[in-house]
């Protein structure tokens, strides 16, 4: 006899995005994304005004989602939401709505934990992409973390090492804003540093401990270099932004690369996986699928529309969570800074 198949509506709210997603098992049927541009002229993510957007976007955004799923509300056997970590106003967006759809369909909630639900979405089964056997190791990389995750099951997961200040996705914002681009600044920095000599200019590496991180010296270095090249040249930044760009991302890269050889040794786990938005970057695509060749690592890359803030990754782990019967009470609450390892 074949098993019924579960249906799980998936909320995300915690950053600038609003997403809803309709999984049957572990196949999504819809993923929709309402990005919010009014964060771009502020060079950053104003939590008030993401709040508000939240608030506006997330009706039609999940309709949209069941829509072309091509679903009905009765048919849904769960209602998955992000529990934290983020910001708590867009939190509270996600986590009420979501109540308030479980308790009028009658259905059980399930609170998910952001940061393992990036680790999950290599277990999204809409493609060929190989999904990681455990324990594997997961390079989280986004606007808010830096991290090592050493994962031992889909709920089983542990830091080896995270950054010690700003995360890496700061650290691409932050130095892109020095170069007067927009916000997000990630994805232009590794548009310019496509046609740019990654050795032109050099900048130094943190020292922190062998899987930890910092980047806050590094954005303070190179602010320091772009004003003391500005002094001799007003022009630098446009004569040589390709260059710039080129160079600032070869060192993050590098730095990267550096700390995950370090957690290979240490840990012997030669399956290695990236998640976050900053995985969506080239170079650090490119670099990591070298070491299957360099140091006989698999490595595990995801899908560019699972690796920013999205709602698939937050209802696979939906559906891990509820073929554990792991519900949640009604009474569950949005927790701003829930850690990787916190059970949820
Ligand atoms: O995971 P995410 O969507 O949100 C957070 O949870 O923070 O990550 C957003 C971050 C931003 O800092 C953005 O600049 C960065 O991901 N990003 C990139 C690229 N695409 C997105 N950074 C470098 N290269 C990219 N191609
Ligand atoms: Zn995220």
Known sequence: MSKKPVYILAIESSCDDTSASVICNDKILSNTVANQSIHAEYGGVVPELASRAHQQNIVPVVQQAIQKANIDKKDLNAIAFTRGPGLMGSLLVGTSFAKSLALSLNIPLLDINHMQAHVL???????????????FLCLTISGGHTQIVKVEDYFEMSVLGETIDDAVGEAFDKSA?????????GPLIDKHAKHGNPLAYKFTKPKVGPMDFSFSGLKTAFLYFIQKQEKENPNFIEENLFDICASLQHTITTILMDK??????????????????????????????????????????PEFEYTTDNAGMIAIAGYYKYLQNNFSDI?????????VNDLS
Do not use: M, Q
């Open 260 to 301: 995950l050889k370090n957690a290979v040794k240490e840990t012997g786990i030669k399956h290695v996986a990236i998640a976050g938005g900053v995985s969506a970057n080239s170079e650090i695509r490119k670099r990591l699928k070298e070491t299957e060749n360099t140091y006989k690592w698999t490595t595990y890359i």
């Open 121 to 135: 979405a290599h277990f999204i089964h809409n493609n060929d992409c190989k999904k990681p056997p455990f324990p």
């Open 331 to 339: 009474g569950v609450s949005a927790n701003a800074r829930l850690k």
């Open 177 to 185: 804003k020095i170069l007067n681009l927009l916000y997000p600044g």
